[in-house]
């Protein structure tokens, strides 16, 4: 792609960040202010604070906005949304989008995207919008192999979103800046001799060694935005923009980009690969491809335009061009939650969560300084009396409201107890009060959902009442799933770009189980419990994972995380056995793995051992030996029966010829006795 020159990028730079810096600007300011206000505690004007101290009067300052913002923010940290990928289309596969689900679990384990998610809703719930980025490094240090990472943004006020943006996960953003100011003396060392995009030296036009001028008036020039005191102003800017391209279907059913499959190659190099293709096949697939068209093994069956995203990142000051890469996905890696969104007259406006209570939260300070005030200048004499009341035993009135004595005399009257003055301060203690309940009311969190006991008895009433709770700030955690939606999506689009050649990754199971898992290419499959799977003739089945074909989709869970849900589990298998013992038996190996006991797993194996429903369960190698030896028996069984039906032949013959035997002698028998009785009768 032809690349533009400095000055043209250097002017559309400038232009677009200063468009996201005027459209962000009262965002921006709202948030700082409510940051400052609620985690920084920077809750009286400065003019006021002056005043006050001079007239040595209180300044109080009692925040309990942060409570409320660690409601929020640890309620998403015991509910963390989970990404789960689906496949799609007829070339993805529900074994792949299970390895992917381990591969994603990975990438945010590697990286400790919990960090960047908490940082992010903090952000959010604190100042009305926090980001996290996605970004790409060398797995390790002596391998080409890129893998993916989540970093968290810990300075919100970093990234500038596009003002056009209209979606409320960023999804459709087309512009981006990221920030970073850089002392003059670090600029200096770290750029000195260094060119820039179009190979001259950064900040001069000459001489390569010279230092970097910022008295020139390249630099004068930029009003103190791109620099100032406090260094100099780097910034990566994010653009997207859309594309055509050509696409073509081929004879073997897959799609393929025109203009890279018709790029021109020298001949020798089609030579060569063509040898390598007919002989014994190549590693360089798309020129087998190239070499199947040209040979007539393939053919092209349609073609079409379509319209594709191409992201870039450019790293600028305000007068030079650094860098300009490429970026392989089609989202802008930059990933915002925000907090509550208002959108008035086709503006955005995001706002925090206590960004309506600051004003309760000053008058809480106030009344609380003022009963303070007044309890301070109440008169401090708890004793009065006529002169000379005291005289009498004045050693030990006098110290009678720090010490405890026995007995206190006095001579003429009796001295009266002076009640402590506190009218006033109780009228100020009764506004702080009304103040507190108003900072809940605007919130929508109250005692039940801080941890504070009510008139509540049951665990019904009490969940019920914490729910309330929950339900007015759920917008927060509903972005903050949105947020790891999106960022599932830019993951799913980067996986098959980057997880391109063959390797072998490391999954991770909901349960944080690992396993490495080949990926682009066959191996031996296996079963749940390792072995090698093979099929009705023996062979081994081989099992693929190809990361680079089919189109997955994904879906964000909301819920507690895998250890709150076995705690749970536990507590409830637990009981169902006081409920019904007989089942011990059967579910003792099951609670066994969900307890969080040392040797649990040892625990568990031995009561799977003794478990009666596991009995009639044979391994498979036994199961194969039984049916080989079924297999023989029932052969055997086959020719026994057939011994015993011929023997059983045998014994009938025998047994007819004997029983023709007897009955040929009885009627031989019986025609002897005629014939004598015939002679007998004769005269």
Not at 304 to 326: F, S
Not at 621 to 628: A, F, G, P, Y
Not at 644 to 673: L, S, Y
């Amino acid at each position: 792609m032809a690349q533009r020159t400095s000055s043209d990028l250097l002017a559309k730079g400038r232009k677009a960040f200063q468009r996201c810096n005027d459209y962000e600007k009262e965002n921006r300011q709202t948030a700082l202010d409510d940051v400052k206000f609620s985690r920084l505690s920077q809750q009286w004007p400065s003019d006021i604070v002056k005043q006050r101290e001079l007239e040595k009067r209180p300044v109080l300052t009692i925040n309990k906005l942060k409570a409320f913002i660690r409601q929020v923010v640890n309620d998403s940290r015991q509910n963390k949304p989970q990404i789960k990928v689906h496949p799609v289309d007829s070339q993805a596969d529900p074994k792949t989008a299970d390895v992917i689900n381990g591969l994603i679990r990975n990438i945010e384990y590697s990286s400790n995207a919990d960090v960047a998610y908490d940082t992010g809703i903090e952000q959010s719930v604190s100042g009305g919008f926090g980001y996290w980025r996605i970004g790409m490094d060398y797995a390790y240090e002596d391998t080409f192999d890129m893998d993916i990472c989540i970093q968290r943004v810990s300075n919100q006020f970093s990234v500038y979103g596009d003002p056009d943006s209209t979606s409320a996960d960023s999804s459709d953003w087309d512009v981006a800046f990221v920030v970073d100011r850089m002392s003059k003396t670090e600029f200096k060392a770290k750029y000195k001799g260094k060119k820039n995009h179009d190979g001259k030296p950064i900040t001069t036009e000459f001489n390569e060694a010279a230092p970097v001028d910022f008295d020139s008036d390249s630099w004068a020039a930029l009003n103190n935005t791109w620099v100032n005191d406090d260094g100099v102003m780097i910034a990566e800017w994010w653009s997207r923009e859309e594309e055509e391209e050509e696409i073509v279907k081929l004879s073997n059913g897959h799609v393929y980009c025109a203009e890279e499959l018709f790029e021109d190659e020298a001949a020798e190099a089609e030579d060569e690969a063509a040898e390598k293709y007919e002989d014994a096949g190549t590693d360089d697939a798309m020129q087998a491809i190239r070499i199947g068209l040209r040979s007539g093994m393939l053919q092209i069956v349609d073609r079409r335009m379509r319209t594709v995203k191409k992201v870039k990142q450019v790293i600028m000051t305000g007068v030079d061009v650094l860098e300009v890469n490429e970026w392989p996905g089609r989202y802008i890696p930059i990933v915002p939650v925000y907090g509550d969104e208002i959108i008035l007259e086709g503006k955005r406006y995001f706002r925090s969560l206590i960004h309506d209570a600051k004003d309760a939260q000053r008058m809480y300070n106030y009344w609380q300084s003022t009963a303070t005030e007044l309890v301070a200048l109440a008169p401090r004499v708890p004793w009065i009396g006529r002169k000379g009341t005291f005289d009498s035993d004045a050693s030990r009135w006098a110290t009678a409201n720090s010490q405890s004595h026995a007995y206190l005399e006095y001579d003429t009257e009796v001295p009266i107890r002076q009640a402590l003055d506190s009218g006033p301060a109780a009228g100020a203690l009764q506004q702080a009060l009304t103040t507190s309940d108003a900072m809940k009311e605007i919130m929508g969190i109250y005692d039940a959902s801080l941890g504070a006991r009510s008139n509540e008895t049951s665990g019904k009433a009490i969940m019920a009442r914490q729910r309330e709770g929950d339900v007015s700030t759920f917008h927060f955690i509903d972005n903050l799933a949105r947020a790891i939606r999106h960022t599932g999506r830019i993951l799913i689009d980067l996986i098959p770009k980057v997880y391109t050649g063959e390797r072998i990754v490391r999954v991770i199971g909901e349960d944080k189980t690992e396993k490495n898992v080949p990926v682009n290419q066959e191996y031996p499959a296996q079963d749940e419990d390792g072995n090698p799977q093979v099929d009705e003739m023996g062979n081994a089945v081989m099992a693929l994972h190809d990361l680079t074909v089919g189109k997955y989709d994904l879906t964000v869970t909301t819920g507690p995380s895998f250890t709150t849900r076995r705690e749970e589990a536990a507590s409830q298998m637990t009981e169902l056995v006081r409920a019904f013992p007989q089942a011990a038996p059967v579910v003792a190996d099951i609670m066994a793995r969900n307890f969080d006991w040392p040797g649990a797993d040892e625990i568990a194996k031995r009561f799977e051992a003794m478990n009666p429903a596991k009995q009639n369960q044979i391994p498979p190698q036994v199961q194969q030996q039984l049916e080989e030896l079924t297999q023989a028996v029932q052969k055997l069984t086959g020719e026994n029966e057939n011994l015993k039906q011929g023997h059983e032949v045998k014994m009938m013959d025998a047994e007819t010829r004997r029983f023709t035997a007897e009955n040929n002698a009885k009627i031989k028998q019986a025609d002897t006795g005629i014939k004598l009785m015939d002679l007998s009768s004769r005269p």
